[in-house]
């Protein structure tokens, strides 16, 4: 009876062992990388630190039978004022092997397993990327993925829908 009133977070974190449900990582790989310094020698030393902004992007695609590729994007903008100090843009795609999930524990396990698992490699990549680029960035925080998962879950509940599988948290 418990088992029926979980949510598919709760079974798709605490059933895995139960039912046999695998999430296997076949391959990690960098899939674009871009770093852009407009004008770094127009920029006020004075000012200090620029501002920067982190903004996270998902795109997931059902390869095969139990098979997705997930691609993790993330972009950190830097500005100093109304100028760029820099954009500096990592994707990381994984390649994924599913079994013993139910199609409701879908969702969660693509858009929160998933990204935990790229996120390191994505933040990593940028860090060297400012830097090599002449820049300090502070280290990027973790992202709790299952946060923004529930809330997307949320909103979407809110609007009389429900994310498929492949929907990405923004």
């Given at each position: 009876?418990?088992?029926?009133n979980?949510?598919?977070e ?8 139960q039912?046999?449900?695998?999430m ?6 960098l899939?674009?990388a871009s770093?852009?310094a407009p004008?770094?020698h ?5 000012q200090?630190?620029?501002d920067?902004n982190?903004n ?6 059902q ?5 997705w ?5 993330v972009?950190?903008?830097?500005k100093?004022g109304d100028?760029?100090?820099f ?5 990381y795609g994984?390649?994924?092997q599913?079994?013993?999930?139910s199609e ?10 998933c ?5 390191p490699y ?8 400012v ?5 300090y960035?502070p280290p990027?925080q973790?992202?709790?993925?299952e ?5 997307r879950?949320a909103?979407?509940q ?13």
């Amino acid at each position: 009876m418990a088992e029926e009133n979980q949510t598919p977070e709760a079974a798709a974190q605490g059933g895995n062992q139960q039912q046999g449900a695998q999430m296997v990582v076949q391959h990690v790989y960098l899939k674009d990388a871009s770093y852009e310094a407009p004008s770094p020698h127009e920029l006020e030393q004075a000012q200090g630190q620029p501002d920067i902004n982190l903004n996270l992007a998902q795109r997931t695609n059902q390869i095969g039978e139990g098979r997705w590729e997930v691609v993790l994007t993330v972009t950190v903008t830097a500005k100093q004022g109304d100028k760029t100090a820099f954009i500096c843009e990592v994707q990381y795609g994984g390649l994924f092997q599913f079994s013993g999930f139910s199609e409701e524990q879908m969702p969660y396990v693509v858009n929160v397993l998933c990204p935990n698992v790229l996120f390191p490699y994505n933040r990593t990549q940028v860090a060297n990327m400012v830097q090599a680029g002449g820049f300090y960035l502070p280290p990027i925080q973790p992202i709790n993925f299952e946060a923004v998962f529930r809330q997307r879950m949320a909103e979407a509940q809110g609007q009389g829908g429900q994310p498929a599988p492949g929907d990405a948290p923004q």
